[in-house]
């Protein structure tokens, strides 16, 4: 393989992984100003829920923040807030990258280290 035609590959691969797009996804829109009580106190139910998660209730009380502490807070949510909270719940992630993210920025440096490689040659 010629170094033209190397150069030329390793092009179309670095521009075919900056046509992957952007790790996002669609967001719900808010919801309806006349929420009901019922919706309110069910959504409440749903974050207090996961706020007493053993995992989650150790992270908080790392960052400083005391089971009354996120009680207070979680009562002071708008209605349209605490309902936008309680639907996007399982959209939370952990700190840090997922798996795939980790996947595609090794590919990208993979590409970049036989771009450099390419280069110097």
């Given at each position: ?25 669609p967001a ?34 790392a960052?400083?923040?005391s ?23 399982d ?26 490689i390419?280069?110097?040659?």
């Amino acid at each position: 393989m010629s170094k033209r035609s190397y150069m030329l590959f390793v092009l179309v691969l670095v521009f075919a992984f900056a046509a992957i797009p952007a790790f996002a996804g669609p967001a719900p829109s808010k919801t309806a100003a006349n929420q009901s009580i019922d919706s309110r106190d069910a959504d409440l139910s749903v974050v207090r829920d996961v706020a007493a998660n053993e995992q989650v209730a150790r992270v908080l009380a790392a960052n400083g923040f005391s089971q009354e502490d996120v009680e207070k807070r979680l009562a002071q949510l708008s209605s349209n807030d605490l309902h936008q909270l309680a639907q996007n719940l399982d959209q939370l992630q952990p700190a840090g990258l997922t798996r795939q993210e980790w996947i595609w920025i090794g590919i990208g440096a993979l590409a970049a280290l036989i771009l450099v490689i390419a280069l110097t040659e």
